[in-house]
């Protein structure tokens, strides 16, 4: 979740939240939304003094350090660490990493073991949702799919209802809360049936509500009983949970839901933007780039064939997919995160060895060439070769489980916008003639 004062032009790499992180427990622990109401008024009170004494102040550049991504000012590595894990399991439940989005808190196990009951109580999405995701096409691309049924559950929106019944407007985060925890509880089974539907047999097993977020999807999706393939969930809905503020995504459901759409609505503009070959699908450009010098190297290759493909990519005018990032400007810490889990559990995979032959090859080559400010790996150069590794071949889905992970910081920041009272969005424009006149004037 970004900082409550985050704008169109901000750059938030580290996402430091109102009250720091912290770690709370108490005698009867309180539900994310007790803690959440609690929060309140102490950021609100801290946003009107930051305006009073800088409001009127503008950035410079901003220069972004070679730290990488924070959550609420904790690295990832911090996070695998500090959060609740699943009995027996090694990495971070998704439901800790929304509790630290929204709170700035780590909570404890019995609070997250709350929130998976919570969600899992939630997840029933309506008949009609089920009978409009049914009736899809299977040519159809499992992300317009997904998009279409998160924008109808606005259907049974509680803040959409509030608003029309005229809810004051510093009531307006309560609502958008339910619709929060409504959204990502729901998100699972939609995925799950547009899987089946595309790639199975459409037959759906029951949420189970003993069981986490991530174990349930992964049972929808038919994984389930694969205790590895649950645990990479866990990490990869926990790391590709958010990002900085400015990219796609994320910032397309703050500006929709700057105007008041419910967080339906905008997560379903999120995901509409996610979709993008720009940003959601560059996973699946990676791991079709890998397969194709696969088959010109073969299976073992030396580091010379893996270093000439390399070139010979780039001598096409194409680039290295996964390698390079517009914000940051070092290894991403998800790569890493990813490469250490298939250190664990997949040591020996072909895959894995080439993906880790180019890490060691292909920064060299893009400094040599002058391409890339930033010739380091991003998380998009590791997941598919995960994913492809237990079973999930069908690429096209994987932006499906992308969306999932992105709906955590998003619906996040819509509580936190709608709390503080955040305007509508209106980011400045200005024609090419303008600005030339703008500068020649000045000249």
Known sequence: MAAPLRTAFQLQISRAGPSGFRSMATAKPKTLKERFAELIPEEIANVKAIRAAHGKKAFGQVTVDQEGIRFRGHTIPDIQKALPKAPGGNEPLPEGLFWLLL??????????????????????????????????????????QF????????????????????????DYWGPTFEDAMDLIAKLPNIAGRIYRNVYGDGKLPAIDASKDYSANLASLLGFGDNEAFVELLRLYI??????????????????????LSDPFLAFG????????????LANQEVL????????????????????????????????????????????????????????????????FKLVGQIYEIAPKVLLEAGKAAN???????????????????????????????????????????????????RPKSYSSAAIKKMFESSS
């Open 238 to 259: 926990t790391i590709h949970s958010d990002h900085e503020g400015g990219n796609v995504s994320a910032h397309t459901g703050k500006l929709v839901g700057s105007a």
């Open 375 to 425: 010739p380091w790996p991003n998380v998009d150069a590791h997941s598919g070769v995960l994913l492809t590794y237990y079973g999930l071949t069908q690429m096209q889905f994987y932006t499906v489980l992308f969306g999932v992970s992105r709906a955590f910081g998003v619906a996040a920041q819509l509580c936190w916008d709608r709390a503080l009272g955040a305007p509508l969005e």
């Open 147 to 170: 998009s279409l049924a998160v924008t109808a559950l606005n259907h049974d929106s509680a803040f959409a209802k509030a608003y029309a019944e005229g809810i004051s407007k510093k």
């Open 288 to 351: 079709i780039w890998l397969t194709q010098m696969k088959k010109k190297v073969g299976e073992n290759p030396t580091n010379e064939a893996v270093r000439d493909y390399v070139w010979a990519t780039l001598n096409a005018g194409q680039v290295i997919p996964g390698y390079g990032h517009a914000v940051l400007r070092k290894t991403d810490p998800r790569y890493t995160a990813q490469r250490e889990f298939a250190l664990k559990h997949l040591p020996n995979d072909p895959f």
């Open 103 to 144: 709170t700035g808190e780590i909570p404890t196990e019995e609070q997250v073991r709350g929130l998976s009951a919570e969600w899992a109580a939630r997840a029933t999405i309506p008949s009609f949702v089920e009978e409009l995701i049914d009736r899809c096409p299977s040519t159809l691309h499992p992300m317009s």
């Open 269 to 280: 503009a999120s995901l509409n933007g996610l979709a993008g070959p720009l940003h959601g």
